[in-house]
């Protein structure tokens, strides 16, 4: 599929992410949407990120903005560094996608931007360069800053706890080592890449849950951690490498900092109403989320299937104060969870504190987005069919929510959600029951009964 804008910014095949591609979207966000003082650049850890990133500040330049230039950094890093330097971000980063995949992603003075900023820019891409900006700058000191925000709301809380850090090719590797240690955390790091390493926190194939549990098995962890490509969504398994979902971790953070709403996509499970005073669902995407937290009030948090974390108000940590951030975080989630783990005796023990609600979710590759939505559309608007289709699951529906597209709510508190991906020709599948196993199992079974139905 071509390039596409989005909800998770522009990304496509790198071979079609041309200077003039990227120079159009760059010239339409500055011509749209505020900008503040300049713009700050960074990127993640694949093989086309730096040469995408002299892209962007090309057509920055062009545009009379000031330039500076964050490096190789996670993208909430980046979004606080920017943020309290009073200016808009670009982050180059195809997040979880493969290495032939890349992206961009924009952030304002004030963060994320909305779904107002995507269609400003949408109509803005005919946006023509007006001169030459001031020569680029460097500052590399977004890490730093990202850690202090950390190490000043929590101290040494993590001392005496073993953690695992699963590095692959996270841009925050290194990162991660540094402030779990700082924290007072015993480090091993495991799988470090040399190579870009695809990694979907919310559909994590089954030879890295085997590796995780093998890692686990090897060596004497509280649990293990790690982050998607470019840092803003968490993936944290416990001392037996059992991966905790990411909305497990939401529901554990937003209730260790005292938050009363949360604001979560429809695909988080509903657990979250047993845990939070207030639940508003949105459709998949942090721009949702957080349209979502703007209309709420009071200690609002927001938190995504895929761990991706949302501050919406000034909270606190063991050790001091934790400000608001109003962009997808991984490492908040990851602390508080180890926090979580600590209390309850161990990371297990703490999701078995949690309502009885569990999730699965991946995705049926290489189906175009036509073809996801028609076969989607089919099954939407015709109840025998959707019948016909739960009946190979043994599931009878109860009640249909089209927020964002197909979940069907079935008897047995069984949940089956179809929806297209908005970035990648993907089919995704989610499942909810009240056990993993259970879970898993649908999860199974319906992508196997979609490969015959679609691929076969």
């Given at each position: 599929m071509p390039p596409k804008f989005g909800t998770s910014g522009l990304r496509g095949l790198v071979t079609e992410l041309t200077p003039d591609l990227i120079g159009a979207h760059v010239r339409a966000f500055i011509a749209s949407c505020p900008v503040g003082s300049g713009i700050w650049i960074g990127r993640d850890l694949r093989g086309s990120s730096p040469k995408i990133s002299r892209m962007v500040a090309n057509a920055a330049g062009e545009m009379g903005v000031q330039?500076?230039?964050?490096?190789?950094?996670?993208?909430?890093?980046?979004?606080?560094a920017s943020m309290k330097a009073g200016c808009a971000a670009v982050m180059v980063t195809g997040s979880h996608i493969p290495d032939d995949r890349n992206g961009i992603k924009f952030y304002t003075p004030e963060g994320e931007i909305t779904k107002a900023h995507e269609a400003a820019i949408l109509a803005n891409l005919d946006a023509h360069a007006t001169h030459k900006g001031p020569k680029p700058t460097t500052n590399t000191t977004a890490e730093a800053a990202y850690i202090a925000r950390y190490t000043s709301a929590y101290g040494t809380a993590l001392a005496g706890m073993r953690?695992?850090?699963?590095?692959?090719?996270?841009?925050?590797?290194?990162?991660?080592?540094?402030?779990l240690t700082q924290l007072g955390a015993q480090i091993t790091e495991l799988g470090r890449a040399t190579h870009f390493v695809p990694v979907d926190t919310e559909a994590v194939p089954e030879n890295v849950r085997a590796q995780l549990r093998d890692w686990a098995s090897s060596h004497p962890l509280d649990a293990i951690v790690s982050t998607d490509g470019d840092g803003d969504r968490p993936l944290v398994a416990d001392a037996t490498g059992n991966i905790v979902p990411g909305?497990?971790?939401?529901?554990?953070?937003?209730?260790?900092?005292?938050?009363?709403?949360?604001?979560?996509?429809?695909?988080?499970?509903?657990?979250?109403e047993q845990v939070f005073n207030r639940v508003i669902r949105t459709k998949i995407g942090s721009p949702f989320v957080i349209a979502g937290m703007e209309t709420a009030t009071g200690r609002v948090v927001g938190y995504e299937a895929n761990g991706g974390f949302l501050l919406g108000y000034d909270a606190s940590g063991p050790a001091g104060p934790l400000p608001a951030l109003m962009t997808r975080d991984a490492v908040l989630p990851i602390l508080a969870s180890l926090m979580a783990a600590k209390s309850a005796g161990s990371l297990a023990a703490a999701v078995a504190n949690q309502p009885p609600r569990f999730t699965a979710s991946d995705r049926?590759?290489?189906?175009?987005?036509?073809e996801a939505q028609a076969f989607i559309a089919d099954l939407s608007t015709q109840d025998d069919t959707r019948a016909d289709f739960l009946k190979q699951f043994n599931l009878t529906?109860?009640?249909?929510?089209?927020t964002d597209g197909l979940r069907m709510i079935c008897a047995g508190d069984r949940i089956v959600h179809l929806r297209p991906s908005g970035n990648a020709p993907e089919l995704r599948f989610y499942t909810e029951a009240d056990s993993a196993a259970a879970a898993q199992a649908l999860l199974k079974q319906g992508l196997e009964t979609l490969r015959a139905q679609m691929m076969g």
């Amino acid at each position: 599929m071509p390039p596409k804008f989005g909800t998770s910014g522009l990304r496509g095949l790198v071979t079609e992410l041309t200077p003039d591609l990227i120079g159009a979207h760059v010239r339409a966000f500055i011509a749209s949407c505020p900008v503040g003082s300049g713009i700050w650049i960074g990127r993640d850890l694949r093989g086309s990120s730096p040469k995408i990133s002299r892209m962007v500040a090309n057509a920055a330049g062009e545009m009379g903005v000031q330039v500076t230039d964050a490096g190789a950094v996670p993208t909430p890093a980046l979004a606080l560094a920017s943020m309290k330097a009073g200016c808009a971000a670009v982050m180059v980063t195809g997040s979880h996608i493969p290495d032939d995949r890349n992206g961009i992603k924009f952030y304002t003075p004030e963060g994320e931007i909305t779904k107002a900023h995507e269609a400003a820019i949408l109509a803005n891409l005919d946006a023509h360069a007006t001169h030459k900006g001031p020569k680029p700058t460097t500052n590399t000191t977004a890490e730093a800053a990202y850690i202090a925000r950390y190490t000043s709301a929590y101290g040494t809380a993590l001392a005496g706890m073993r953690i695992g850090v699963y590095s692959h090719s996270a841009v925050g590797r290194d990162l991660m080592i540094n402030l779990l240690t700082q924290l007072g955390a015993q480090i091993t790091e495991l799988g470090r890449a040399t190579h870009f390493v695809p990694v979907d926190t919310e559909a994590v194939p089954e030879n890295v849950r085997a590796q995780l549990r093998d890692w686990a098995s090897s060596h004497p962890l509280d649990a293990i951690v790690s982050t998607d490509g470019d840092g803003d969504r968490p993936l944290v398994a416990d001392a037996t490498g059992n991966i905790v979902p990411g909305d497990v971790l939401g529901q554990i953070t937003g209730a260790a900092l005292g938050a009363q709403v949360a604001v979560t996509p429809v695909s988080s499970n509903s657990g979250a109403e047993q845990v939070f005073n207030r639940v508003i669902r949105t459709k998949i995407g942090s721009p949702f989320v957080i349209a979502g937290m703007e209309t709420a009030t009071g200690r609002v948090v927001g938190y995504e299937a895929n761990g991706g974390f949302l501050l919406g108000y000034d909270a606190s940590g063991p050790a001091g104060p934790l400000p608001a951030l109003m962009t997808r975080d991984a490492v908040l989630p990851i602390l508080a969870s180890l926090m979580a783990a600590k209390s309850a005796g161990s990371l297990a023990a703490a999701v078995a504190n949690q309502p009885p609600r569990f999730t699965a979710s991946d995705r049926l590759q290489g189906v175009a987005t036509e073809e996801a939505q028609a076969f989607i559309a089919d099954l939407s608007t015709q109840d025998d069919t959707r019948a016909d289709f739960l009946k190979q699951f043994n599931l009878t529906e109860v009640a249909v929510d089209r927020t964002d597209g197909l979940r069907m709510i079935c008897a047995g508190d069984r949940i089956v959600h179809l929806r297209p991906s908005g970035n990648a020709p993907e089919l995704r599948f989610y499942t909810e029951a009240d056990s993993a196993a259970a879970a898993q199992a649908l999860l199974k079974q319906g992508l196997e009964t979609l490969r015959a139905q679609m691929m076969g």
